[in-house]
């Protein structure tokens, strides 16, 4: 019975959380991933690109609220889902034309492309805060749980509680889905295979044919898919607020990079090394030690690697380790 | 002066040097010919540390100089020019050659505070010797152009005029014809011969130009596949077997490729 | 420079002289003296980008190492801290240091295989157990004391202008440690991991409270030698009877005298580092610097040490940043660590020497003034904008009241805007390299 | 109306400092706060609550002769002590305000106080600075606080704790100098009273996950989890974990943590939670929450009422010393803040204007019950809070 309390208690607070904020950032990971692998730089906007995207699919949703369409126990807003995707599609293919293509005709070193999106980032910044605001938004609705700890308790008759809210469940079936259908499109598609070989070797890529403008732009409106779909998620599971999102950022490159920069696997395995290394170097173990361990070697500590306060410091020292043993990350990365 | 012992270079599966054994004598002029993609310029990597070997030995006067990093390799005398000019494009061509000698004073950050008379007159020999160079290479008057603005063939003389800046004991010389005109390959050629001759480089040359290994070269190696297929006077590598194979088989494969 | 360039800083004094006119000499000076700060720290980044081609988003980092010097070097020590554990704290820290070096001396001493892994495993676990048993304790001793106020081990009660130079090698130290390990990564990479590396540091200085009070700051740094408090000079009669001679009153005056005191000590160092960056920039060295960024594998086949070249210039550009951050910290008169963000102390100077010029060490310079000046201003322009746009809305209407909510939000906003205009119209910046 | 205040604003800084002599009869106040950065989603309600009270005063006609008051708004960043410096300097030295409501975030505060209000001997009057080493800044005279220290909050915390027979808590906090501080100051008393503090948590605001911090907390254990942190900030992100995780069930939510979010975000989720804020009575905070309502802004956002009443200290003061110049009027703060004289609420900023022109004594109470003391603080008066039926309502004042 301990034993299964132990269990329940470190699912609880570890794996369930983790696996939904490790979902959150493999989303993340992947836009940034897919840039950095088709477009060839790293997106400092990404962050303020997810937060653009979730703000419209907030702006949809109200609407729908206030229309009175609901989407029964399932939040409104992944009705308004599409709709976002395809307002921040155009938002960022717009972007490209305006800023990024005049630099990648000139075929510009992918360092001036970072600075490019620096400024890109800046004013996407503004523009979410002049819309709708730096404070904090709410548009959740719908069922909160798919089992409260309390329903747990009473349904075991345990003394740890297991809790999945609706929100976390979503975000780890939704991140299974786009990633099934980002992967099939990839793997199965005339253009998806196409923008692989364009990733591979832009040259041999041009020369069979294919047309690298296309390329770019369903490469935009994938990472619109994907940013939207992982900022509205996130937005569900906590809140909204665009500073939060531009503080995203920096867990979400940590993860494309550990998992290795250019390679979609990766990305989503290192969303979810970022994710579980945050929670568990810094967990307490008390609790679940003294449920494993006998009376007598039950610590009297926390039982703690890390105070929380380094949480943030682990992902990047996990992250700088990996860089300095596996240069392309776990899973190879490019090399460009 | 150079020996190559069982060198092997592999990227994942592919095998880009195979076990390639060869010497170069001193004072040669040895020539490297073989079809694209016989592993050539990865060889040459290879020996100037660019590349680590995945296995074999490269010995140098004697001393194992396997893996060590370019810049030791310059100071023991072992320069190389690029296949694709590497120039560095936003400084003149004088200033291209003046950085080349290796421990200038004005290297050090503190003399470039504190010893400027020593800069100032090691500068003015730096300058000198590179006009020399230039001139030698017939490109004095584009000397304070920036690198990036001139034309193929005259980076590739740039490339050979950096070797000269230095006493170099060998060098490696990458295509260093390729897209260059007629009468410029004759001119790299007089001047590959003259430091030849003059001040005892020993040079190996990678090109595919027949004629030009065949004025310069002795003996020439041909490689294929990773591998050394044959060593000898260019003569008597057209005569060879195996290298008409070599070449005969990938102009097939090259024939079908853009069919 | 050319006579355009001169002009670009011209126009830029015009700007702040203008501010003097237009709002007061007060707000004029001050956004002289951050910009000499700032025109500084872009001094610096420059270095490591426009001459070496280094990606370094850690500028925080090394900016708050510099603050952190300020009160290492000028705060008195708090003795009682002291006795009730700061040798604990030192010992602990020694013993991490000892664990870090015997790890690494087992993974050069012995062959590779399990054995050295195991070995190495065993090290750390053991050592950090101890690290954490010794300092532990140690900290929480020293942190008991008298929290609301102190609760720190103080510093060394030296001038504050002794922590500059100190800023500029404690920044050095971090560089050469990070400089050590991630300089081998991509350029993408190296970004990434200074940008985490800075992150780190932070997070150190904001939770180790023995060391600087964390989050709960340290104020009160003494002011620099030269630099007299205000309200000291307003009680001189003889500073207000000189000050009434201009036909100014005391407290104008003495504030006026006091930002003009910092203006002038920043003002020696940064043409001292300008000079120091000229005459490097214009040196063979600069020229084989060049080089290294022109083409790297080259440059390496010419002979040039690029990774040593490297290091060199990376802790150079950070020294120089510790001693910005220093400066800063001295001018705040305090030291809060929650007050480092990313954007502000990282990619707003990115901004500042993109903006600038990169690769010219007098396009930095103006940049730093520049975007400083536009970052300060951008504010009261936003709102009188607003205000001019909304002038033909009715009151009340809900457009007008949001837009005016919503004025401060221009300041990223321009921030993007310049940023991108430069790069498309001026990629190599205001004042591009020769 | 706050719209209009807004606009003139916005004119007043085009048309620079040229104007600001002309007006004999306009008071200005800078409202130095922070726009942009961590806090700029409660900022908004703190700044029009101190311009409520402008315009209340304006209205009324009655302070110095009639004249007008002008806010004038500078960010502080929150963060940036170099922008905030900047800010504040344009301010005081251009448009020439006569006292500065702010700032917000105790950092800044410490370098608006230090190089420039000092320096320029402008009055300040914090709504939210909370930091205990606020108080032993030197000050000149010059630096008020609406909010109490955290050092006072602790000792009441504990006492809240105690009468509930509470002797085993959980920390978290919010990483920085309010959240640190009020830790400290908590956790020492709590400990001194014989009471077990199992984990004293750090968590950083705005950022993206708290589960890390949920999870230790929980494995720590406790009978209540003390939160403090900010309401629309990470605090509630924590809330929101360990409810969603069934960590904990009851929590102690100190100032910074009460507001009417709790109840909109909450509900009944916190049926049994306790806390307390600043107050001594819940007429001042209701009508305050009620004029806000009609201005169309939320007056129980956190240190809204406190900005309000910053805000109404200046301008009662200035009325008091019957000047707006801030050396004559600094000495007067406390006389208007503190008894004896007649109380007043939010919306009789008129009555007292009257009262103290006719040379009778106030006794400011205001939207959060001001009493300054020591060094020119609130001195923590608190209302105690208790959740029920998804709402939170005052139970016991302190």
Request: with cysteine.
């Amino acid at each position: 019975m301990d034993f299964l309390n132990a269990i329940v208690a470190l699912a609880n607070f570890v794996i369930v959380p983790g696996m939904a904020y490790g979902a959150q950032l493999a989303l993340g990971a992947l836009g940034v991933t897919l840039i950095y692998g088709i477009l060839r730089f790293s997106n400092f906007a990404h962050g303020d690109t997810m937060a653009m995207g979730t703000m419209f699919v907030i702006l949809i949703t109200w609407g729908f609220q206030s229309a009175g369409i609901s989407f029964g126990p399932l939040p409104t807003a992944l009705l308004a889902l599409p709709f976002g995707i395809a307002l921040t599609g155009l938002l960022l293919i717009g972007t490209d034309k305006m800023v990024y293509q005049f630099y990648r005709q000139r075929k510009v070193k992918p360092v001036v492309m970072v600075m490019v999106s620096l400024g890109v980032m800046f004013i996407m910044n503004g523009l979410t805060r002049f819309i709708i605001g730096p404070g904090d938004q709410r548009f959740a609705d719908g069922e909160r749980f798919i089992i409260s700890a309390r329903e747990f308790k009473a349904m075991t008759g345990l003394k740890e509680g297991l809790a999945i809210k609706t929100s976390q469940g979503l975000t780890v079936v939704t991140a299974v889905i786009v990633v099934a259908v980002l992967f099939w499109f990839l793997n199965r598609t005339r253009t998806g295979k196409s923008m692989r070989a364009y990733s591979d070797n832009e040259d041999l890529a041009l020369l069979s044919g294919i047309n690298p403008e296309r390329v770019v732009l369903y490469t935009w409106l994938i990472v619109a898919a994907l940013a939207t779909v992982a900022g509205t998620l996130y937005g569900l599971d906590k809140s909204f607020k665009p500073f939060t999102y531009f503080q995203l950022l920096l867990p979400i490159f940590a993860a494309a990079i550990v998992g290795g920069l250019g390679n979609p696997l990766g990305a989503i395995a290192g969303g979810f090394v970022i994710a579980f290394s945050e929670v568990t170097v810094t967990y307490a173990f008390k609790k679940v030690a003294n449920y494993v361990l006998p009376d007598a070697l039950a610590p009297d500590g926390l039982a703690q690697l890390m105070s929380t306060d380094y949480k943030f410091a682990v992902s990047f020292s996990i992250l700088i380790i990996v860089l300095l043993f596996k240069p392309t990350g776990l899973f190879k990365g490019k090399s460009v | 002066m150079i020996e190559v012992h069982d060198l092997h270079k592999h990227f994942g599966g592919f095998h880009a040097v195979d076990g390639s054994t060869l010497t170069i004598k001193q004072g040669s002029i040895t020539g490297l010919i073989g079809p694209n993609g016989a592993g050539k310029t990865t060889l040459f990597n290879v020996i100037a540390g660019v590349l680590q070997p995945t296995s074999g030995k490269v010995i140098m006067d004697g001393e194992d100089i396997t893996g060590l990093p370019p810049h030791t390799l310059f100071g023991k005398g072992l320069l190389r020019t690029f296949q694709i000019a590497h120039e560095f494009s936003s400084m003149s061509l004088r200033e291209n050659l003046m950085m080349v000698p290796a421990d200038q004073a004005g290297e050090k950050l503190w003399n470039t505070w504190f010893g400027r008379k020593r800069i100032a007159d090691e500068e003015r020999a730096l300058a000198a010797k590179a006009d020399e160079v230039l001139e030698f290479l017939t490109i004095d008057h584009i000397s304070d152009e920036r690198a990036g603005n001139i034309s193929g063939g005259q980076k590739k003389l740039l490339e050979l005029g950096r070797t000269m800046m230095v006493d170099a004991k060998i060098v490696f010389l990458d295509e260093v014809g390729a897209g260059v005109n007629r009468t410029l390959l004759n001119t790299i050629g007089d001047a590959i011969i003259r430091l030849n001759k003059e001040r005892g480089y020993t040079f190996v040359v990678i090109e595919h130009d027949m004629d030009f290994i065949g004025r310069l070269c002795d003996p020439v190696i041909c490689m294929a596949e990773g591998r050394v297929l044959a060593e000898g006077t260019l003569d008597e590598i057209k005569a060879n077997e195996q290298v008409i194979e070599a070449y005969l088989g990938t102009g097939l494969k090259n024939k079908v490729a853009s069919a | 420079m050319t006579r355009r360039d001169a002009l670009l800083f011209v126009f830029v004094g015009l700007l702040i002289l203008v501010t003097g006119f237009a709002q007061s000499w007060n707000s004029a000076l001050y956004i002289l003296n951050m910009g000499l700060i700032s025109a500084i720290l872009a001094l610096g980044v420059n270095l490591q980008w426009g001459l070496a081609g280094l990606f370094n988003v850690g500028i925080m980092g090394f900016v708050a190492l510099g603050g952190l010097a300020a009160v290492i070097t000028s705060m008195p020590a708090n003795a009682e801290e002291w006795s009730a554990g700061g040798f604990q704290v030192l010992a602990g820290l020694l013993l991490g240091a000892g664990t870090i070096i015997a790890a690494i001396m087992a993974y050069q001493r012995l062959p590779k295989g399990r054995t050295r892994g195991l070995t190495m495993v065993a090290i750390l676990i053991g050592g950090f157990f101890l690290f954490r048993y010794v300092f532990d304790a140690g900290v929480e001793a020293v942190e008991a004391v008298n929290p609301a106020s102190t609760g720190y081990l103080g510093g060394l009660g030296l001038p504050v202008l002794v922590a500059w130079p100190v800023g500029g090698l404690f920044a050095a130290g971090a560089a050469w440690i990070i400089g050590k390990t991630a300089l081998g990564l991509r350029s993408d990479y190296l970004a990434i991991a200074t940008l985490g590396i800075a992150e780190i540091i932070i997070s150190v200085m904001k939770n180790e409270e023995w060391l600087s009070r964390g989050v709960k700051n340290v104020v009160g740094l003494p002011r620099p030698t030269g630099v007299p408090y205000e309200i000291d000079l307003q009680n001189s009669a003889s500073f207000v009877e000189k000050a009434a001679g201009f036909g100014l009153d005391a407290s104008t005056a003495s504030t006026l005298y006091v930002k003009l005191g910092y203006s002038l000590l920043f003002t020696v160092v940064l043409v001292v580092l300008l000079w120091l960056a000229q005459k490097a920039l214009n040196s063979p060295w600069g020229r084989m610097m060049r080089a290294i960024r022109d083409n790297e594998v080259a440059a390496e086949a010419m002979g040039k040490d690029v990774t040593a070249r490297h290091l060199q210039i990376f802790i150079l550009g950070s020294a120089i940043c510790g001693i910005a951050g220093a400066m800063m910290t001295t001018l705040d008169g305090q030291l809060t660590p929650t007050s480092y963000q990313p954007l502000r102390y990282t990619f707003l100077i990115w901004v500042m020497v993109i903006v600038g010029g990169s690769g010219n060490n007098f396009g930095s310079v103006l940049g730093g003034f520049l975007i400083w000046f536009l970052w300060v201003q951008v504010e009261p322009m936003g709102l009188a904008l607003m205000g001019l746009i909304t002038s033909g809305m009715s009151d009340g209407y809900w457009l007008k009241d949001h837009l005016i909510e919503s004025a401060a939000h221009m300041r990223l906003l321009t921030m993007g805007v310049v940023l991108l205009l430069v790069l498309r119209f001026s990629p190599r910046g205001l004042i591009p390299e020769r | 109306m706050k719209k209009l205040l807004l606009a003139t604003t916005a004119t007043a800084l085009m048309t620079g400092a040229a104007f600001a002599d002309g007006h004999a009869n306009t008071v200005k106040i800078g409202v130095i706060l922070g726009f942009t950065g961590p806090l700029e989603s409660i900022t908004p309600q703190m700044a029009d609550g101190a311009e409520l009270a402008m315009k209340e005063v304006t209205d009324s006609g009655l302070l110095l002769d009639g004249a007008t008051v002008e806010s004038v708004r500078g960010d502080s960043t929150c963060v940036d002590a170099g922008a905030a410096t900047a800010a504040a300097e344009r301010l005081v030295t251009s448009d020439k305000v006569n006292a500065i409501m702010g700032a917000d975030c105790s950092g800044v505060t410490g370098a608006i106080l230090q190089n420039v209000a000092r320096a320029n001997g402008i009055v300040m009057v914090s709504p939210s600075a909370t930091s205990p080493g606020l108080s032993t800044a030197e000050d000149d005279g010059l630096f008020f606080r609406t909010s109490p220290s955290d050092a006072r909050q602790g000792v009441i915390v504990t006492n809240i704790l105690q009468d509930r027979g509470v002797n085993s808590v959980a920390l978290t906090y919010t990483n920085n100098d309010y959240g640190k501080g009020l830790a400290d100051a908590f956790q020492a008393e709590f400990e001194a009273a014989g009471g077990e503090v199992t984990i004293s948590a750090a968590h950083e605001d705005g950022k993206a996950d708290y589960s890390a911090e949920v999870g230790a907390l929980a494995s720590a254990g406790g009978e209540v989890l003390v939160v403090a942190g900010y309401v629309d900030q990470g605090g509630s992100g924590v809330i929101r974990g360990a409810i969603d995780s069934g960590a904990f069930d009851t929590f102690y939510l100190p100032d910074g943590m009460v507001g009417t979010k709790l109840n909109d975000v909450f509900g009944e989720e916190l049926n049994g939670s306790f806390g307390a804020y600043p107050g001594t009575d819940s007429e001042g905070a209701a009508t305050y929450g009620e004029m806000a309502k009609a201005a169309g802004y939320d007056g129980t956002s956190a240190f809204s009422a406190e900005s309000y009443d910053a805000a109404a200290l200046i301008m009662l003061a200035m009325q008091a010393a019957k000047s707006s110049a801030s050396a004559d009027f600094k000495d007067h703060i406390f006389d208007v803040a503190n008894a004896p004289g007649e109380k007043i609420f939010p919306g009789e900023l008129d009555k007292a204007l009257k009262l103290i022109a006719e040379g009778q004594d106030v006794d400011y109470v205001g939207a959060s019950a001001v009493e300054l003391v020591g060094a020119g603080e609130s001195a923590g008066n608190y209302q105690e809070i208790e959740f029920s039926d998804g709402v939170y309502s005052t139970i016991k004042y302190r």
